[in-house]
């Protein structure tokens, strides 16, 4: 059965894959197929399902910063938008059912909120996946979307823990001393290396926490985010986060197959699932208004709010959790289910073409934004500088370091990431932060005196974006850019990089002539070419 189980969930995940759309959503797909096949749920899917939902808690803890929850365009952003999310949507299942829809008119107004409350959410999964994909984590919008959705994930947090109805024993005021634990703690990961040591000394620490609360009498989950959190910051702590990441995929596949066993849609719950997910829009305008009224500015406010506008898995962990408490029917579970399935579907295909969508209108936009922005969205200025690197990963730092040595100060690094840029000026170099596909910033940053660009990006997308917004504004020096196969060479070309190197070729190149300098002089005779027939 269990074989069954997961080669069903391969095929709909792969399907998914293979059109460009999240797995999961083929694993929702494929727990209805085993419902209509008379599959049911069973002890084990529940445990692989329960572990998925710890195991992305304690990486959401992990990430967790503090310093970006207290900035106004983020607590008060989620705050304001899950209020008036929930009251607009609330409000428009109330006319649907005064309109005659059967599921809606059997709501009552804890219901109506409760449910507004699941679609509250935007998935932490799919905007976190898209933004990995495009190397768009550390921008500015990128960041803002993340602290958005960790607040979100407080909120679920906080409900899960009250819908138990657990009172937590006398003994829990004990779990305070877990502060003071944090740093042996910190050094216990540190110890743990970087091999299959480390997912495994996550998993007893989420496990552990989980467990630890529940012992006093509180939600295990929030036990788990809470040692997630007093582990954040520590130089593992990234480190170990991915090293989970494939274990919280894998057992998070049970939770959406439990979801998809838990009952069969039919046609009314599919139109209905349609028209809660035709709502989004306003879901987007109300990310917006709060953004720009917050001083983004309109490109960062746009991509967060188009990046956002999609529910969430952990909508699904509350209306599961609801269903449990008898609070709504399991038919509303799979109305959620199925409306965040084709959330995803839109936000896969909408944000590919984000950076065009807002060079198309972003006269409009920008009609939107205060005069006066954020300080930490002004834009740098630079002078003097002759090459400029953007991308300050290992090769686009190898590349800035190598040529300072020659350059000297005429060579500046940027980047989107105000840590690495940080981490550079501390050190004495010239780094300005900035996000390359941003043409708001190549418009109000004079590159004219620039004589060379060297495009050191994750990929040949942003590198081809970034030279078309280089080439609007008039920049005539040259470009070169790094490609990591033989294929992405020509596409570069095309798009105007003056020089495109093969980053493996010329790492092994590099490598052989570097290995070269430290012998001897005449240890080894160059020999003749030799060529072949």
């Known amino acids: 059965m269990e074989f069954i189980l997961l080669l069903i969930a391969f095929v709909c995940g792969f399907a998914c894959k293979f059109v460009n759309l999240p797995p999961l959503i083929g694993y929702l797909i494929a727990g209805f197929i085993l419902n209509a096949l008379g599959f049911s749920s069973n002890p084990t899917l529940q445990t692989i399902a329960d572990l998925g939902i710890t195991v992305m808690l304690f990486t959401i803890g992990l990430k967790l910063n503090i310093k970006d929850l207290i900035k106004p365009e983020i607590w008060f952003a989620s705050i304001a938008h899950s209020t008036l999310w929930i009251s607009f949507i609330s409000l428009f299942m109330f006319i649907m059912g005064v309109a005659g829809l059967s599921y809606f008119a059997e709501l009552s107004m804890f219901q109506l909120a409760l449910i507004g409350f699941a679609f509250s959410f935007s998935s932490t999964v799919c905007v976190v996946k898209i933004l990995e994909e495009s190397g768009e984590t550390r921008t500015r919008h990128g960041k803002v979307a993340i602290g958005i959705l960790i607040m979100q994930d407080i909120f679920a947090v906080v409900f899960l823990v009250l819908a138990t109805g657990k009172v937590p024993s006398i003994y829990a005021l004990a779990l305070f001393a877990l502060i003071p634990l944090a740093p042996l703690l910190k050094r216990f990961v540190a110890e743990a290396g970087h091999g299959e040591l480390l997912p495994l000394c996550g998993l007893v620490c989420a496990l552990g926490g989980y467990h630890l609360f529940e012992l006093v009498g509180v939600k295990g989950d929030l036990g788990a985010l809470i040692i997630g959190v007093l582990l954040a910051g520590n130089a593992k702590s990234s480190e170990l986060a991915k090293s989970l990441l494939s274990f919280k995929d894998l057992f998070l596949i049970g939770f959406f197959l439990s979801i998809g066993l838990t009952a069969l849609p039919n046609l009314e719950m599919t139109l209905i699932a349609l028209l809660l997910t035709a709502v989004i829009p306003v879901k987007f305008v109300l990310f ?31 209306a599961a959790v609801a269903v449990t408490s008898n609070m709504i029917t399991d038919e509303w579970l799979v109305i959620i289910a199925m409306s965040v399935s084709f959330s995803f579907v839109i936000s896969s295909i909408l944000y590919k073409q984000s950076h065009e969508q807002y060079q198309r209108f972003k006269l409009s936009l920008r009609s939107f934004q205060k005069h006066k922005p954020l300080p930490e969205d002004a834009y740098p200025s630079f002078k003097d500088v002759d090459v400029l690197v953007i991308g300050m990963g290992r090769v686009g730092k190898g590349a800035f370091t190598a040529l300072t040595k020659v350059v000297g100060p005429a060579v500046c690094g940027m980047d989107a990431d105000e840590d690495k840029v940080r981490n550079l000026r501390q050190t004495g170099h010239n780094a300005i932060v900035g996000d390359g596909e941003n043409i708001d910033l190549w418009e109000n940053l004079n590159v004219q005196d620039v004589k060379l660009v060297l495009l050191a990006l994750p990929s040949i997308e942003d590198s081809a974006n970034v030279t078309e917004q280089l080439r609007m504004v008039n920049y005539n020096g040259k470009i070169a850019a790094i490609a990591r196969y033989e294929d992405e060479v020509q596409p570069l070309l095309d798009k105007g990089v ?27 005779t160059p020999q003749p070419a030799v060529s072949q027939s």
């Open 288 to 318: 917006f208004a709060l953004f720009t009224q917050l001083r983004l500015r309109a490109r960062t406010s746009y991509l967060s709010s188009l990046i956002m506008s999609n529910y969430s898995e952990f909508g699904l962990i509350v």
């Open 498 to 524: 003056d020089q495109v190197f093969n980053f493996f070729t010329d790492a092994g190149l590099g490598f052989a002539e570097e290995s070269l300098a430290i012998l001897d002089e005449g240890q080894i």
